[in-house]
């Protein structure tokens, strides 16, 4: 067993880790993706406030975050509240400012040529994708990594919703958002 909730987190992102640097393909969606980067940087590092996990969280643990350990995401900053529903400044849920109505993000076109997996992962038949919420609704554009290569986005909002990229001998996609037939995704 485990001590901590934070520590069996880390156990399960390491393996996750370890599946896809070995040759694995992962698919994250919703608030997976930017809790597994979160979970990787802050090994090491007690992240969690006291009514979590019973004890207090290390002194300037923002300052310990390592970035180089993450997939996507980089310079994000950690949110203390608990009253708010929220990991980092890499979600842009509390940052839109787009109605329902207008919420739409479009998907990039490779070449299946130059490009097959993007291709693949982009084949909807459609450019333009209608929006919806969930815990991780979507990511900053200035928290994701320039090696990500982004394949569905918001550009007027400045947020990427579809993204991918490699690590070690395998390949990972994270999803904004977390039920397309439910846009609020109240909890």
Excluded at 38 to 43: G, H
Excluded at 64 to 83: G, M, Q
Excluded at 144 to 164: M, P, W
């Amino acid at each position: 067993g485990y001590s901590k909730v934070s520590e069996e987190k880390l156990a399960v992102a390491l393996r996750i880790r370890d599946y896809v640097v070995g040759g694995g393909f992962m698919f994250a969606m919703c608030s997976a993706t930017d809790s597994f980067d979160i979970a990787l940087s802050a090994k090491g590092v007690d992240i969690c406030e006291p009514m979590f996990d019973g004890d207090p969280s290390d002194n300037n643990y923002q300052n310990k975050i390592d970035f180089s350990k993450t997939f996507a995401f980089k310079d994000y900053e950690l949110v203390r509240n608990p009253e708010e529903y929220e990991f980092s400044s890499i979600d842009m849920t509390n940052k839109r400012s787009i109605a329902r109505t207008e919420d739409y993000f479009s998907l990039q076109e490779f070449s299946a040529k130059w490009d097959p997996v993007p291709t693949m992962l982009c084949q909807n038949h459609t450019q333009l994708v209608k929006g919806f919420m969930g815990q991780t609704t979507s990511f900053d554009r200035n928290t994701i990594k320039s090696t990500v290569l982004v394949l569905g986005e918001n550009k007027s909002n400045g947020e990427a919703r579809y993204i991918h990229g490699v690590k070690g001998k395998g390949m990972w996609t994270f999803y904004g958002g977390h039920d397309p037939e439910d846009y609020q995704h109240r909890v």
